[in-house]
């Protein structure tokens, strides 16, 4: 495939500066240099401005309800576990609406890879504050200020047992596209988080903010030290923000586990007929 | 001759950073070229350089206002006061929209910073409008100009 099969007829509704555009561009680069290709991968969206991205990549796609989106995947890999399966995710689809889901996939791990855009927004809506929105920020929604102390999801997700956390700042687009291949590679279930600035709508964590706060890990981390991941994941503030993978484990994953996938996909077994007219006639 | 060349960026949405790699791409079929974000250069890399290429989008900047360039590329500007680039060749080019009131106003910063600094422009600035929503043209757009770019240079 060439850059150009990736297109869709669909014009860009982002605003301009958006971290969407950024995601996008290392979304189809990791595509092209990974070889995703409408045979081997389907993605998956939620409701808010991120899931517009499925109508800007020629893969192909599925828009679930709000918050729903981890479902709606998981049930692709189960029908055919040997899909390269993403979700991309707002910071209110999956925290908010869609936080059960998130936690009970961690735990499962479940061969997915899921993708937050984090504009700690709702940027769809018009800028109501998310669940990642900072404590203090004046929204449409909070405009005295949010009282509320934000989620952070890959804590959340460790907890819960996610065995793939990473986190990158969406203007470094190789960095992305990198993290983006290796959340896919790994057996389980990925959580990568997507530092997405909304240029519109949340001033505070603006692109400056994260081209100045954050920090790449050293070579010296080590990533499957869960306390260690625990202790990263408590950071955020000024030039405290830890970006790369935080945290990287084997575990067996959720389809691993089934007996009934190890020889082939479900999607490759043919239904097996069988007479039910003795219990029919048992109960009618 | 191969000329050594550094393109200094800064980008934040992504689109000036795709743009400035087509120009290395194609600037690097003939000469030797460097890709450096502007909040990891110093005013001494330039002097390591016969040829320097600035780009920047354009936004707006509190205590200055619309079209400026981008934080970081503000701040190497200033690092560079003083400087003289005499005998050095340079171009600009940069991302925008159209439809705010001044389209591209950071390639007008970075034109005039040049010209302070003495630097020979060597063609017409690229100012590309909405990089993101039409791929194709745009993309096609940024290597007319880059080979225009690698024409003149060599």
């Known amino acids: 495939m060439t850059w150009q099969d990736y297109l869709t007829p669909n014009k ?101 890879t899921v993708i937050i855009h984090d504009n700690a927004i709702y940027g769809l809506t018009a800028g109501q504050a ?55 590679k790994h057996d389980g279930l990925a959580v990568v988080q997507i530092l997405q600035p909304c240029v519109t ?61 190890q020889k082939r996909a479900l999607v490759a077994t043919a239904a097996q007929k069988q007479n039910i007219s003795k219990v029919l006639k048992k109960y009618l | 001759m191969s000329k050594k060349i550094i393109i200094i960026y800064a980008s934040n949405s992504g689109s000036t950073f795709l743009v400035g790699e087509i120009i290395a791409h194609i600037l690097g079929r003939k000469h030797q070229v460097v890709m450096q974000k502007a909040a990891d250069t110093s005013p001494d890399d330039l002097l390591k350089y016969d040829i320097f290429i600035l780009g920047s989008p354009s936004w707006s900047t509190p205590g200055l206002g619309e079209g400026f360039p981008q934080e970081t590329m503000l701040a190497f500007i200033k690092s560079c006061a003083g400087l003289d680039l005499s005998g050095k060749q340079c171009v600009a080019f940069g991302c925008g929209d159209s439809s705010y009131t001044l389209f591209c106003g950071a390639v007008n910063q970075l034109e005039k910073f040049m010209a302070d600094l003495k630097g020979t422009r060597l063609i017409n600035s690229l100012r590309v409008d909405g990089y993101f ?7 096609a757009l940024v290597k007319k100009w880059a080979q225009a770019l690698l024409a003149h240079i060599s």
């Open chain 1, 12 to 112: 860009c509704n982002w605003c301009s500066g958006c971290g969407n555009f950024s995601i996008w561009s290392a979304f189809e680069r990791a595509a092209l240099k990974a070889g995703w290709n409408n045979s081997n991968t389907a993605l998956v969206a939620g409701i808010g401005c991120h899931g517009h991205i499925v109508n800007f990549i020629g893969l192909t796609t599925f828009e679930g309800l709000h918050g729903r989106p981890i479902p709606v995947a998981s049930g692709l890999k189960m029908a055919n576990h040997k899909l390269n399966v993403f979700v991309f995710t707002g910071d209110g689809d999956c925290l908010a609406e869609g936080g059960n889901h998130f936690i009970h996939a961690a735990r499962r791990n479940q061969n997915i």
């Open chain 1, 130 to 184: 998310s669940p990642r929105s900072p404590k203090g920020l004046k929204t449409k929604s909070t405009p005295d200020g949010n009282i509320e102390e934000p989620i952070h999801p890959l804590r959340l997700a460790l907890a819960a047992g996610a065995t793939f956390l990473a986190r990158v700042y969406a203007g470094n687009i190789d960095e992305c596209t990198d993290i983006l291949i290796k959340a896919n």
């Open chain 1, 201 to 261: 709508f949340n001033k505070e964590y603006s692109h400056i903010f994260y081209q100045e706060n954050t920090y790449a890990l050293g070579d010296d981390y080590d990533a499957t030290d869960k306390v260690a991941a625990f202790v990263k994941t408590m950071e955020w503030g000024a030039k405290q923000i830890p970006v790369g993978i935080l945290y990287q484990v084997q575990e067996p994953s959720y389809e691993s586990q089934i007996p009934q996938l």
């Open chain 2, 133 to 139: 929503f039409d791929l194709p043209k745009n993309i």
